[in-house]
């Protein structure tokens, strides 16, 4: 028994030394594959001695999805904010206001402002032992279990001079490429997109399921360090020493002596900022000595030794001529501001998301009103806010419709959700025009018909849902308006030919929510055929790789409903492939278990899904961006010089097509 314990310390002590070499010095000492493989040994160890559990253990990265409500605890030190400027001259302002309480030489910690959620991290003994947000500044929410999943988070500090008790106060950020990858799955379900990182960051936080936190790779910076007993009387050398401890100290921390240096620090980060990965807002430009902080002091707000100047976004102001309401093929309902075309960021602005109901009447906002408009690091312009003054004729205030604005059903707005939902998915026309264009889009069905003869045909009363596409005759389609025979020919072959269509494209075809291309890929996979799918329980949904509660939950209730499985039972007498055929099932493999590979570049042999299939057929993992979990890329012509680039620095072995078919041994 003793010995079994030893052996998991041991396995704990290697895996924190290899994340330490990766993270903090950038010199990874193992494989990935080594990684993974200690890893591996590590879970199966702990998972069949519970009695030796850790919750500082390395395998904590890969979370839990046990559920509970966020514990509110109270903050030994209040979290406080900053004095906030946009303007140079209040910089100086401050500058030679220290200057002339200090009445001595004083020097300046300059640092980045990341625009994420705010944190705090206990560590004590140096062990992580507690993560909670800002909250009221007072008392915030324990969501410890959600920052141990991440990666630059260390949950063991290492060498000398660690308090036993210390605070790190810092930010959790979404790096850029996460945040798109994230809203481009969210796009592809309907489900209502992040507005930036940083909402999308504090969201993933509020997670329960803290296996899905692990998954959006979120990030820590760390900038203040709080405690009893601190090693050093200068901001500047603590965090140096914390960034030796495993903290993720930002190399943009820069010492200056004169305003003049503050200044430049300002242009040259405002210039470069927009090549980092992460978000920031600003700069936060400190007094680096201990002693001179606690002389200066606070005010009722703010600490008087610290102020953040804050970049400038690009804004303009226009006015709100509409508010026009999308349906998704979900029944999500979105509002959508229609807006004198102004010219922003270089680009005409003419529409901008008012996401939903709290955020319009967080604005107040009314028909004809001058509003701002913001780009600021974000995809869609959002509205920031109000000229109040310049109202002299109130238009109408803006209110959530009540009704589908499509088929006038009472909308309803679950209680926990910002979203509000026509619920007649069966009756409304967009949400049914909708599954039908989702079903014939090219990664599905590929059927050639594009929205407006799907518009047409549902007008004429031809098609009531995609089933109906397999009825559809020549002389219905002949005698249509601007069709014509060769147009009814092709449609009719484009929808013969989706009949061999495989059956993990027509499980995606199906539209059930959050089953997209790749999960139905691992669906079709895990239950060969529908008839299995069908029964499947959600704890044997569970059980396949990469599906959660929420999607398990999503098949079950689908499947669950007579309406579906009659839609179902349509499709398959109409001769669609409801089950892996004998090809696909004989082809399988585990050649590539445990294996994340990259598809970059264009190819001669095969096309990109195509290898995409062929990836998860062997039982590997495709992946959309190179990381240190990448094991090969397969580079065809043309591959981005970035990822090229990336995959020399992490030293991922690139593979040619050749290599690959040899590699799964066809
Ligand atoms: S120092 C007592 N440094 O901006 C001062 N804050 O309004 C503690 N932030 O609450 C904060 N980057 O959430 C500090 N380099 C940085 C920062 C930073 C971002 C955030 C933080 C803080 C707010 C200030």
């Not at 069949?48 to 500082?56: F, H, K, L, S, T």
Request: glycine share 6%; aromatic share 8%; proline share 4%.
């Amino acid at each position: 028994m003793h010995q079994i314990k030893q052996q998991i310390e041991a396995l704990r002590q290697q895996l924190h030394e290899h994340n330490y070499n990766y993270y903090v010095l950038s010199q990874p000492m193992v494989s990935d594959q080594e990684f993974d493989r200690l890893m591996a040994e590590l879970t199966a160890l702990e998972a069949e001695y519970p009695e030796y559990a850790d919750p500082n253990s390395p395998s904590v990265r890969v979370g839990s999805d046990i559920n509970k409500s966020f514990m509110q605890v109270a903050h030994r030190y209040p979290m406080l904010s900053l004095q906030n400027t946009y303007s140079e001259n209040e910089v100086s302002d401050f500058y030679n206001r220290v200057k002339k309480s200090l009445n001595e030489d004083f020097e300046i910690v300059c640092e980045l402002k990341y625009d994420g959620t705010s944190i705090s991290l206990i560590y004590e003994e140096g062990r992580l032992t507690r993560a909670v947000t800002r909250g009221d500044g007072q008392k915030g929410d324990d969501v410890t279990d959600n920052v141990r999943t991440i990666r630059n988070v260390p949950l063991i500090l290492r060498g000398a001079q660690i308090p036993s008790y210390l605070e790190m106060r810092g930010e959790i950020l979404m790096p850029w490429s996460s945040f798109d990858e994230l809203n481009s799955e969210r796009a592809a379900q309907e489900e209502p997109l992040f507005a930036n990182p940083r909402n999308a960051a504090s969201g993933t936080l509020k997670l329960q399921d803290s296996r899905v936190v692990a998954a959006r790779r979120l990030q820590s910076f760390v900038y203040y360090m709080l405690g009893e007993s601190l090693p050093r009387e200068s901001h500047y050398e603590n965090m140096t020493l914390a960034r030796d401890w495993g903290l993720n100290v930002s190399s943009a921390m820069t010492r200056c002596q004169t305003l003049e240096e503050v200044f430049d620090y300002l242009h040259y980060w405002d210039r470069e900022r927009k090549n980092l990965p992460v978000t920031t807002d600003g700069v936060v430009i400190k007094v680096d000595s201990l002693v001179q902080q606690r002389n200066l002091g606070y005010t009722s707000k703010f600490p008087r030794w610290a102020i953040a100047y804050k970049f400038n976004p690009e804004q303009a102001v226009t006015t709100l001529r509409s508010v026009s309401w999308q349906v998704g093929r979900t029944g999500a309902v979105t509002p959508v501001a229609n807006l004198e075309p102004v010219l922003l960021s270089g680009t005409i602005v003419k529409r901008a998301s008012l996401y939903n109901e709290d955020a319009i009447k967080a604005l107040d906002l009314h028909l004809g009103d001058r509003v701002y408009v913001e780009k600021g690091g974000e995809i869609i312009p959002k509205i920031t806010g109000v000229d109040k003054e310049a109202r002299f004729l109130l238009g109408d205030r803006v209110t959530f419709t009540p009704v589908c604005p499509d088929c006038g059903t009472p909308l309803v707005r679950n209680e926990d959700e910002a979203v509000h939902y026509c619920p007649n998915s069966v009756g409304c026309p967009t949400q049914i025009k909708g599954r039908i264009e989702h079903f014939v889009t090219r990664k599905a069905m590929d059927i050639t018909i594009g929205p407006e003869s799907i518009t047409l045909l549902y007008d004429k009363g031809l098609i009531r849902d995609a089933a109906d596409l397999y009825s559809l005759r020549f002389e219905d389609l002949a005698v249509l308006e601007r069709w014509g025979e060769t147009s009814a020919v092709n449609l009719l072959k484009s929808i013969a030919q989706s009949k061999s269509v495989p059956y993990e494209r027509v499980l995606h075809a199906l539209g059930i929510r959050y089953v997209g291309e790749t999960v139905a890929r691992r669906l079709a996979h895990a239950f060969p055929d529908v008839g299995q799918l069908m029964e499947a329980t959600v704890e044997e949904l569970i059980a396949v790789e990469e599906i959660g509660d929420r999607i398990a939950q999503s098949v079950t209730g689908y499947f669950s409903d007579p309406a579906s499985r009659n839609y179902i039972e349509r499709l398959r007498a109409a001769g669609l492939q409801f089950n892996l055929n004998e090809k696909a099932l004989a082809g399988r493999s585990e050649k590539l278990k445990g294996l994340t590979i990259v598809i970059s570049g264009t190819f001669a042999l095969h096309s990109r899904d195509e290898y995409k299939a062929m990836i998860l057929q062997h039982g590997g993992k495709n992946s959309g961006s190179v990381s240190k979990k990448t094991d090969y890329i397969l580079a065809g012509e043309n591959m981005g010089p970035a990822k090229l680039e990336k995959a020399e620095k992490l030293g991922v072995k690139v593979i040619d097509e050749h290599s690959f078919l040899e590699m799964i041994g066809s």
